[in-house]
Nanobody, 121 residues
Framework: QVQLVESGGGLVQAGGSLRLSCAASGSIARLSAMGWYRQAPGKQRELVAVISSTGSTNIADSVKGRFTISGDNAKKTVYLLMGSLKPEDTAVYYC???????????????WGQGTQVTVSS
């Protein structure tokens, strides 16, 4: 019903930057929010940043001031610009969308397959 395609992960040195993109497609009636979560080995998945369709954002304290989330409603795409990267930012980054789809009631959360971000020291 909703497909999320992530891109932009990779290997970067500490202090470097990366930009992640996530594009949503499918039978989307309304996309209320999109965001990024991450999961490091042996740790729980955690919120990185979320942006609503109105542009309000919620950014984790651990990345505040270093990461910026933005969205393009027309393209149904969310971006995460990551700067001043640290080795502890190494994780699989997952895109999530909260959306309603045609012919189904209510909203649901949809996840991408994840993209690896590795920051070397």
């Amino acid at each position: 019903q909703v497909q999320l395609v992530e891109s932009g992960g990779g290997l970067v040195q500490a202090g470097g930057s990366l930009r992640l993109s996530c594009a949503a497609s499918g039978s989307i009636a309304r996309l209320s929010a999109m965001g990024w979560y991450r999961q490091a080995p042996g740790k729980q998945r955690e919120l990185v940043a979320v942006i609503s369709s109105t542009g309000s954002t919620n950014i984790a304290d651990s990345v505040k001031g270093r990461f910026t989330i933005s969205g393009d409603n027309a393209k149904k795409t969310v971006y995460l610009l990551m700067g001043s990267l640290k080795p502890e930012d190494t994780a699989v980054y997952y895109c999530k969308a909260r959306a309603s789809v045609f012919r189904l009631p209510g909203e649901a959360d949809y996840w991408g397959q994840g993209t690896q971000v590795t920051v070397s020291s």
